[in-house]
């Protein structure tokens, strides 16, 4: 039974979030356009929503497995390689894919043609990563491997192969 079904009284319930076209958060990484159209902040951080549109022959992050969350990745145009542990996928439109905390992986656009994606996180946790490799380079530090992996440490994430 609901609260105001038990007290008689309305309830107030959280507000709808609208996010538009052209709007969003934008984070530029190299080659990498991504829009954030949920941040986690309105789901009670269970869930973050991105888009992003990789350039042709985008190289993704390094192969990497996060410890406490769940991505998906849905294409929605272009095609992506996914790479999880030795096995490759190439991934066309319309097609989703979820990984699930421990599991090695990375992604790229291989091809001559844009890619475009709507990656999930559940929970929110990994956005603030993506924000924090955005701010090193705005401060003109540059990502080397280190950099990155550092970054990623701070949000449960690790390489899943050796860097060096």
């Known amino acids: ?93 319309g097609t989703l894919v979820m990984v699930p905390p421990g599991t090695p992986h990375t992604f790229a656009n291989q091809t001559d043609q844009p890619a475009v994606m709507l990656s999930t996180f559940t929970p929110d946790l990994y956005v603030q990563y993506f924000r924090d490799l955005q701010e090193a380079l705005a401060a003109g530090r540059p990502l080397t491997p280190q950099a990155t992996i550092d970054a990623m440490n701070r949000y449960a994430t690790e390489p899943a192969i050796d860097p060096t």
């Not at 309830?11 to 080659?31: D, F, K, M, N």
């Not at 992050?61 to 096995?87: I, K, M, N």
């Open 1 to 93: 039974m609901t609260e105001e079904a038990k007290t008689g009284e309305p309830q107030s319930h959280p507000a709808v979030s609208v996010t538009g076209p052209g709007e969003g958060e934008v984070i530029v990484l190299g080659t990498t356009r991504m829009r954030v159209l949920e941040d986690g902040s309105r789901t009670g951080h269970r869930l973050a929503i991105a888009e992003s549109v990789l350039a042709p022959h985008t190289q993704g992050p390094p192969q990497h497995r996060h410890a406490r969350h769940d991505e998906g990745f849905y294409v929605l145009s272009g095609t992506v390689r996914f790479t999880v542990g030795d096995e490759e996928h190439d991934i066309g439109a």
